[in-house]
């Protein structure tokens, strides 16, 4: 064998795919999803006070725990150092009243990290995402305070509840905040979800990573308020699609729970599809149900038709016949 043939044959190695590697890595991944998610807890913090900042403390560790205690008792390899587990409490935190009682945040949780993430294999497998479905289990458990709002320490009743968001605003006809507002984020809600100037900052920063592309947040986003105008509350053509755009939990949605990588499609053609379902849903929940907001329901729904978008959507194989 010459030297040729021995250096030939150690750059060709026969191996699974995938071929192409990169050097990014989960944990490097889940950290930028936490820088990006900096800017909507602040502002949390600030509009809804230290009780936010506890309700993420809780819902974090919460979940950094859980993870542990389950992959030991199922004698897996620890897996709280990717940092999966941080970001799915952060998410879940975000979505969640600033004053919901801690021990329902606990519950959620495990919830979260238990059932929809580790008894399906672990981060990569879970069909659903583990923060909205948490959410959506916790609706249907504790309705009640899952819909008591506060007011944002701005006001002066700082501590009252029961306090209207935009979009129980709008299906009780009643009046609705100024865009200002609901665009910085003085307004009831959840305790992330209500300052879009935030969200945005963080989805520009995960675009600059390179961490999503634009087609799903752009895509949700536009679906959703051409829905809102065509559907409007006092007839056809008649809705504000911006109101809806900067109301209740569209914009996380869109740029952190939509764009997960487990659950949403793998090809670009597949994520156009399935954003603008999630946002065509958004639209009808919020206007024919009887729940004011439709983002996680709409998500939920999108992440199970995943493999099926998937299927008619990814490209033939070389040679051979497509979508088989």
């Keep these: 064998m010459d030297k040729g043939e ?129 959410r959506a289990f916790l609706v249907i458990s504790y309705g009640t305070r899952m819909t008591t709002w506060t007011q944002p320490s701005t006001y002066a009743a700082a501590d009252a509840v029961s306090f209207a968001t935009p979009l129980g605003a709008l299906k009780e006809g009643g009046q609705l905040p100024d865009l200002i507002d609901m665009f910085i984020g003085n307004i009831g809600g959840s305790t992330g979800e209500t300052s879009a100037l935030a969200l945005i900052i963080g989805g520009i920063y995960l675009l600059a990573r390179g961490v999503i592309t634009w087609h799903i947040p752009v895509v949700y986003i536009g679906t959703a308020g051409l829905f809102a105008w065509i559907l409007g509350r006092d007839g056809l053509l008649t809705g504000n699609p911006l109101f809806h755009v900067l109301a209740g939990g569209l914009m996380i949605g869109a740029i952190f729970m939509a764009t997960d990588y487990t659950t949403s499609p793998m090809t670009v053609k597949g994520m156009v599809i399935y954003a603008a379902g999630c946002g065509i849903l958004t639209i009808l929940f919020r206007m024919y149900t009887n729940m004011p907001e439709g983002v996680s329901y709409a998500i939920l729904l999108m992440n199970v038709a995943v493999p099926i978008i998937d299927r008619f959507t990814k490209p033939g194989r070389f040679g051979g016949a497509a979508n088989v």
Excluded at 46 to 59: D, N, P, Q, S
Excluded at 100 to 129: D, T
């Design 6 to 134: 021995y250096v030939l044959d150690n750059l060709i190695n026969v191996s699974s795919s995938p071929h192409i590697r990169s050097g990014v890595t989960t944990r490097r991944l889940m950290l930028d999803v936490i820088i990006a998610l900096i800017p909507a807890s602040a502002a949390g913090i600030y509009f809804f006070g230290l009780r936010a900042a506890l309700l993420i403390a809780v819902t974090v560790a919460s979940c950094v725990l859980f993870e542990y205690l389950t992959r030991k008792a199922l004698k897996r390899s620890n897996t709280i150092g990717d940092l999966s587990a941080v970001v799915t409490g952060l998410l879940l935190a975000l979505n969640l009243p600033p004053e919901l009682p801690l021990w329902m945040a606990i519950i959620g949780s495990f919830f979260a990290i238990v059932i929809v993430k580790q008894l399906f294999g672990g981060i990569g497998q879970n069909f659903l995402n583990p923060a909205l479905a948490a």
